[in-house]
């Protein structure tokens, strides 16, 4: 057993303190995709979305979208839509192994690009984003709920366009604002189409909440949403008042520099982190795998989203990121 194995094997499971809610109830919509329902006001706006369950075991997303569902919630401008992604992964969740249903046969949040989608590969996952695709390419603004593995604040992850980061700006909340590329694997739903095109005015944020079964993170959850939703301009603030919990701050932008990437199964961090640490020095040790020592490349260094719990070759362990004066 490895150094990091051994760790991952002695960290307690972290306590599920939110209630799963039962979905199945919102299956039939009125968009001809199961478990995605539009609202149009029928005055002028943009058609905003939100969208929970991308990943599977990320119970956050599916609590916010429960509830504007059950409120009954309508736009007053535009068009409203509320939908669940990848459902048949959060069916088959189970409390003993809560990491195994973050997808079925892969992760649904690489897979939007045209080529892909319009390929000849077959997963679960590639199925259920064909069939959602034509109503994506509707969607004028998208906020796509996610949460993390680990205890960590939330983060709301803009990509690299401008025009991203000044709407997570403008929203006020979470307090850290991370600003990266995506993943070498696969292209996200944030950055799919329009989303990722810095000429189009169609735009889209993903929020990570926080620890998947948090308390904490279903009211991250909610709050994003009702903000999102407030300043696209389709609901009112007395609609949505209930979900207004968080305290707007001053932002931190963090500009993701380099991927620490595992190349052995021998690799282990130097102190525990749990996420956006700041380290002063470069020149710093914060991780060894095997032979190497991995250090801080610069001052002020940030520690993003380190992965005490998995281990695998070719895996990111974390993320460095530098703080942006904006």
């Known amino acids: 057993m490895t150094t990091l194995e051994a760790i991952r094997a002695a960290l307690p499971a972290y306590p599920i303190e939110v209630s799963f809610p039962d979905i199945t109830r919102w299956r039939e919509g009125n968009t001809g995709v199961d478990y995605l329902h539009t609202f149009d006001s029928g005055k002028p706006g943009k058609h905003v979305m939100i969208l929970a369950l991308t990943h599977g075991n990320e119970v956050s ?12 919630l309508r736009p007053v401008s535009g068009r409203l839509s509320l939908g669940f992604g990848n459902v048949g992964a959060y069916e088959a969740f189970s409390a003993q192994n809560a990491d195994a249903t973050r997808f079925l046969d892969e992760d649904m949040n690489r897979v939007w690009t045209v080529s892909t989608l319009d390929g000849d590969r077959q997963s679960r996952e590639l199925t259920r984003a064909r069939v959602m695709r034509p109503f994506i390419d509707t969607v004028d603004l998208l906020l796509d709920i996610h949460s993390m593995h680990e205890a960590s604040a939330p983060l709301m992850m803009t990509g690299p366009l401008e025009k ?15 600003i990266d590329k995506g993943h070498a694997n696969g292209t996200r739903l944030r950055d799919y189409g329009g989303f990722g095109d810095p000429a189009s005015p169609r735009n889209a944020l993903l929020i990570e909440t926080g620890q998947h079964f948090a ?4 009211d991250v959850a909610l ?16 609609a949505v008042a209930a979900f207004l919990t968080q305290t707007p ?16 199964m021998d690799f282990r961090f130097s102190q525990p982190f749990t996420g956006l640490e700041v380290i002063e020095k470069a020149g710093t040790e914060i991780a060894r795998d095997g032979d190497e020592v991995i250090v801080t490349p610069y001052d002020n260094c ?19 990121g530098r703080l942006l004066d904006r």
Do not use: C, Y
Request: aromatic share 2%.
């Open 249 to 264: 701050v001053r932002q931190k932008f963090v500009e993701i520099t380099q991927p620490v990437v595992a190349r052995s």
């Open 223 to 238: 709050d994003s949403t009702a903000r999102f939703l407030l300043h696209a301009g389709v609901v009112t603030e007395a």
């Open 61 to 72: 997303g599916a609590i916010a979208v429960d509830a504007l569902l059950s409120s009954g």
């Open 215 to 218: 308390a904490s993170a279903r």
């Open 302 to 320: 940030v520690i993003v989203q380190p992965s005490m719990r998995h281990l695998g070759v070719n895996v990111t362990m974390m993320r460095l």
């Open 164 to 178: 991203a980061i000044a709407l997570a700006a403008e929203l006020g909340t979470p307090e850290h604002v991370i």
